[in-house]
């Protein structure tokens, strides 16, 4: 049974930093594409950052280019998602997903596997 938890989120003013993590088990994950998407009240879920577990190629939204990076750790089946220069357009629910299909897609839909979000909340 594949299970991502989430964690890291909390209250930061604008210009600050966050670090999410997913932790991921349940499988080998070797094969997988892990994402990060967001969704703010009122909104649609978006994808904000994916990267294969194999190779490590990423893929970023252009809102989070230059301020966000992502990484994985195989030891501890976890993928991270730093966030630096955070505004308050930032504040939302962020979710880790995983897609068996390995494609890094920005497409919610492509991702088989959801954590159970954490909140960002990013202040002026």
């Known amino acids: 049974q594949v299970q991502l938890v989430e964690s890291g989120g909390g209250l930061v003013q604008a210009g600050g930093s966050l670090r999410l993590s997913c932790a991921a088990s349940?499988?080998?994950?070797?094969?997988?594409?892990m994402g990060w998407f967001r969704q703010a009240p009122g909104k649609e879920r978006e994808f904000v950052a994916g990267?294969?577990?194999?190779?490590?190629?990423?893929r970023f939204a252009e809102f989070v280019k230059g301020r966000f990076s992502i990484s994985r750790d195989y030891a501890k089946n976890t993928v991270f998602l730093q966030m630096n220069s955070l505004k308050p357009e930032d504040t939302a629910v962020y979710y880790c997903?995983?897609?068996?299909?390995?494609?890094?897609?920005?497409?919610?839909?492509?991702?088989?596997?959801w954590g159970q979000g954490t909140q960002v909340t990013v202040s002026s």
């Open positions: 997903a995983a897609a068996e299909g390995g494609t890094v897609s920005s497409w919610f839909l492509d991702y088989d596997y």
């Open positions: 349940g499988r080998t994950f070797s094969g997988y594409a």
């Open positions: 990267i294969r577990w194999s190779g490590g190629s990423t």
